[in-house]
């Protein structure tokens, strides 16, 4: 167990609509990170955030937005899903500040666009 | 464009054997690489790690190898075990604390 946590585990949806993924980050952690995983890719990096501050950007299309809150946990919202947004999407965070340290995963959130 | 690349999608070794997994990289502003292990259905969990200062890392059964002229990183587990059998990720990132990239990820079956 990772310390962070993902929700919901599964989401099944169609086209068109509009899903929230949500992360709580490991105690004392202030960095998280958002990952997607589509079918025989890596992880791609789609953003993260530090301390309620967006850090980096990645891949993340225009219709993907995320956001920090003050209790440090973060949400992924997905818009105008299309067929191609089904992938695992993961959470990780890492103490932050500028160290080099290593990210820890949550156990990712499985989404099914129909 | 794929900065780190792991080029052998899987591979399988025999227990007590050693398992070396490659990765290759292009970007030479990267300085930290880390290899990560994931099972099904849960999320990557760290295994070790190498900062570009040093050639090699060694934790247990897990030694990780850097050669920065070659752009080429190396994982090695010896002697394997069944309990090893998962995907393993190379990661590479830059100074700080920056994003990872991630290759796409080498799919270990040690057969008992």
């Known amino acids: 167990d990772s310390g962070v946590t993902q929700t919901p585990k599964h989401l099944i949806t169609a086209t068109g609509q509009r899903v929230t993924l949500r992360c709580s980050p490991r105690?004392?952690?202030?960095?998280v990170y958002w990952y997607q995983q589509s079918l025989d890719q890596g992880l791609q990096f789609l953003i993260q955030y530090y301390n309620g501050e967006e850090r980096a950007k990645g891949n993340i299309l225009e219709r993907f937005s995320a956001q920090q809150f003050p209790d440090l946990h973060s949400e992924l919202n997905l818009s105008s899903l299309e067929l191609g947004d089904s992938a695992l999407y993961f959470c990780?965070?890492?103490?932050?500040?500028?160290?080099?340290?290593?990210?820890?995963f949550g156990p990712g959130t499985r989404l099914t666009v129909l | 464009d794929q900065q780190v690349k792991q080029n052998s999608p899987s591979l399988s070794v025999q227990e007590g054997r050693i398992s070396i997994l490659n990765c290759d990289y292009t970007n030479s502003m990267f300085d930290y690489f880390l290899w990560y292990k994931k099972y099904p259905a849960e999320g990557p969990t760290f295994l070790i790690s190498?900062?570009?200062?040093?050639d090699k890392n060694e934790d247990g059964r897990f030694t990780v190898f850097l050669n920065k002229s070659a752009k080429h990183l190396s994982l090695h587990i010896v002697p394997s075990q069944p309990g090893d059998s998962a995907v393993y990720f190379c990661?590479?990132?830059?100074?700080?604390?920056?994003?990872?990239?991630f290759g796409k990820g080498t799919r270990l079956s040690v057969i008992a």
């Open positions: 990661a590479a990132r830059g100074s700080g604390n920056t994003p990872l990239v």
């Open positions: 105690s004392g952690d202030l960095s």
């Open positions: 190498i900062s570009s200062i040093k």
């Open positions: 990780a965070s890492s103490v932050g500040g500028g160290r080099v340290d290593e990210q820890f």
